[in-house]
Every structure is written in structure tokens, then in C-alpha cells.
């Protein structure tokens, strides 16, 4: 069971992923396009390239022999994950899901056209000519995206025929990989917005996660908590529309399925075949396992009999608001250690710029407790830590 696995992006999830590795005695090399990154910090060894260039990844990957791929990151020349399978090396979940999620076109076509998930009337366009007559068709208000990015990145809402330019502009300055292509999305007039972490087993049933709960800003999350408020309908038909698209796209591992949930029911939004980034809440011990150790399980091949929900959680972002800062440092930690049934994580990215996430502030209580209270409470210690 000891296996050497390759991380492919090194960013705070991927740090939470290593420790979770490094803990049931897995060997980790980091890789990213920067020294120093979160996850670099725990591995074993790392690695400084250039992801999008193909010869790269097969230098790598010919230089450590790993036995696991992990994608973390979508800016991957993941299309060279099909050979290194057939170097029998496993990709985490699977080289046609890495491919067809870290691209939104691709991952939508399969969730709208071929598997008929119930989804945000959408268009594509490769010009800002073609984006103002996808806007024409879809209507405003609405959504527009980069085929890749994360996070939220690249991300903006047309309210005007003045805001098209503005968003072509931002999407093909902020979104990742070398694909100038947007996605333009029907503004769902949703009521809240959920994330169902979902874990494909390589035997065994698929599992759910309690629903997760969270908010945006600049297509971002802010904070999330864990349960989520959903009637039961809703949360089996979610549960019935991630099953479908994980077995699509196939493989072992946690896939943080994202759904809109609004008035007329419940609409597939985004899917990312990893830890997800408002998966953070689990941290705060809300499940008996956090979403990281339950990806490496998967992984693994190793038996999860049951998730299970232990506390009510909550955690809420630390946020540089600033101009870009080199070598960070940080204060408010007592302060923010005095606040009973908390934490907080410091994620150690080595550089700093406006909006970017640098910690998160964690809060739990019992079940049954308060949500809104508990979720008060993240944002509290959050705002404790100051980054200088």
C-alpha cells in the first residue's frame, strides 16, 4: 500500500491532500509552477515547471515513475494523462474525467447533451463578436466563464450590453490554460447554492457527503458550512445527478459537484474530480473523515463503509485585501486561538495579491446546533488574523 504519488498543482487543497498522504505513509512529489507552494511545503520532493507544456509532464513523469497522478489544478496538458494510463499508472479519477473537467465545455456537453441533467440554458463563444450574439441568445442577465479556470477566476456578470466587452476582456485575462473560449450561462435566479462532495469507490458504492453550503464574491467562496439547508427531494435528486455524471466520466476519488437550488428544483452547475475548495469546512471535524483523507482512501482502494456527520461546521476565508505583498507574515493568532470550539489554518503561500486566500477560520459546535451562529463565529476568528 505504499505508492508514490505525482501532485500536479501545489495550492492549499493539495497541502491538505499531502498531509492526508503523508499520514497513512504514501511518498508525495509536489509539482507547481512556483517554488515554494503550500504543498511543496510537506512533500517529499518538488518540482518547478511549466504544467500546459506536454514534454515537461513526460520529463517529470519519466524522472519519478509515480504509481498515482493527482491532478489538482485545471492549467494541465491533460491530455497526456491517456498514455500515462496506458503506462499503467493510475490518474486520479480517471484520464477522461481530468480531461473533460478541467475543460467547462467539455464537462457541460456531457451533463446537458448526452446525459440530460437539468442545467443553465448555455453558449459558447471564441470571439467577443460571438459573445455578443451568445449574450442575445441566452439573455440578460447572465453569466459568463472561461473554459478553464477555478476558483472563479475570469469570472463575470453581463447586466448591460456595455458589460460584454468588460467580460470578454476579463475572461481571457484571469482564465487559465491557452484556450480563448468562453462559456455564457443563463443567470439562475437561485436560492441558495450547494456542494455535494461525492466519492466514487474503485469497489464499493458511491458516497455522499452531508450537503455543503456557501457564498461567493467575484466568483469566489467566501465561507461555506456544512449541513446545507435542503429538503430531501432536492438533495435526492442531486445526489441521483452526481452519481450519473461521476460514473460518466468513471475512476476512484472525491468530486465536489456543485448544484444551484432554486425555485423550480435543482440545476447541475460545475463539477471538479478533487477535494473542493469549499470542502474545506470538513477540516473542522464535521465528518469522520475530512474530504482530503476520504480522496486518498478512494484512491487507495481502501473500504470507506459509511460518511458520517459529527459536528455542525463553518469556515470563512483569510483575505488579503491589499497590493501584492512578498513574504507575508501574520498576527491576531492568540486572539484568534481564544475563541472557544474554533481553529484556523494558514495555508503558507510564500507571496501574496488582492483577494487572493490565504488561511481559513474554522468554527464547529454539536449537531443541531445553530448554523448561522456557527457560521457567525468562523468569520470571527477569520477576521483575527491579520496578514502584514
Known amino acids: 500500500m505504499q505508492q508514490k504519488i505525482l501532485l500536479l498543482g501545489s495550492g492549499e487543497l493539495g497541502k491538505e491532500f499531502v498531509i492526508a498522504a503523508k499520514r497513512l505513509g504514501q511518498t508525495v512529489i509536489a509539482v507547481d509552477s512556483y517554488d515554494d507552494a503550500p504543498a511543496m511545503q510537506v512533500a517529499d520532493k518538488r518540482e518547478v515547471i511549466n504544467m500546459l507544456d506536454g514534454a515537461e509532464l513526460d520529463r517529470i513523469v519519466t524522472k519519478h515513475q509515480p504509481d498515482i497522478i493527482v491532478p489538482e489544478v485545471e492549467a494541465i496538458r491533460t491530455e497526456r494523462f491517456y498514455d500515462y494510463e496506458k503506462q499503467n499508472i493510475q490518474v486520479v479519477p480517471s484520464a477522461k474525467a481530468a480531461n473533460y473537467t478541467m475543460d467547462r465545455k467539455a464537462i457541460r456537453d456531457l451533463a446537458a447533451k448526452e446525459l440530460g441533467l437539468k442545467t443553465a440554458k448555455f453558449q459558447y463563444a471564441q470571439t467577443e463578436e460571438e459573445l455578443e450574439l451568445a449574450v442575445q441568445t441566452v439573455g440578460i442577465p447572465c453569466v459568463v466563464k472561461p473554459l478553464m479556470s477555478s476558483s472563479g477566476k475570469g469570472q463575470s456578470t453581463v447586466k448591460s450590453e456595455e458589460d460584454i466587452k468588460k467580460a470578454w476582456e476579463i475572461a481571457n485575462s484571469k482564465g487559465r490554460g491557452d484556450k480563448n473560449e468562453v462559456i455564457v450561462e443563463e443567470f439562475i435566479a437561485f436560492e441558495s447554492e450547494i456542494t455535494l462532495l ?44 452526481a452519481e450519473k455524471v461521476t460514473q460518466a466520466l468513471t475512476g476512484a476519488g472525491i468530486w465536489g459537484v456543485e448544484f444551484f437550488l432554486a425555485k423550480d428544483g435543482v440545476y447541475f452547475s460545475e463539477l471538479s474530480p478533487r477535494p473542493h475548495d469549499t470542502g474545506m469546512v470538513t477540516l473542522a471535524g464535521s465528518q469522520n473523515f475530512n474530504e ?47 475563541i472557544p470550539q474554533s481553529d484556523f489554518k494558514i495555508f503558507g503561500k510564500p507571496d501574496t495579491r488582492k483577494y487572493r486566500r490565504m488561511g481559513i477560520g474554522i468554527a464547529y459546535d454539536k449537531l443541531g446546533a445553530n448554523v448561522d451562529e456557527v457560521r457567525k463565529k468562523a468569520k470571527k476568528v477569520a477576521d483575527k488574523i491579520k496578514i502584514n
Open 292 to 338: 482530503f483523507e476520504l480522496h486518498l482512501r478512494a484512491i487507495l482502494g481502501l473500504p470507506i463503509p459509511e460518511i458520517t456527520q459529527e459536528r455542525v461546521a463553518a469556515n470563512a476565508v483569510v483575505l488579503f485585501n491589499e497590493e501584492e505583498v512578498k513574504k507575508p507574515t501574520y498576527s491576531g493568532f492568540k486572539e484568534a486561538a481564544s
Open 198 to 241: 461525492t466519492v466514487t469507490q474503485k469497489d464499493g458504492p458511491t458516497l455522499f457527503c452531508p450537503p455543503i453550503g456557501h457564498r461567493q464574491e467575484r466568483g469566489d467562496y467566501q465561507e461555506s458550512w456544512q449541513p446545507a439547508l435542503i429538503s430531501d427531494d432536492d438533495l435526492k435528486e442531486a445526489e441521483r445527478m
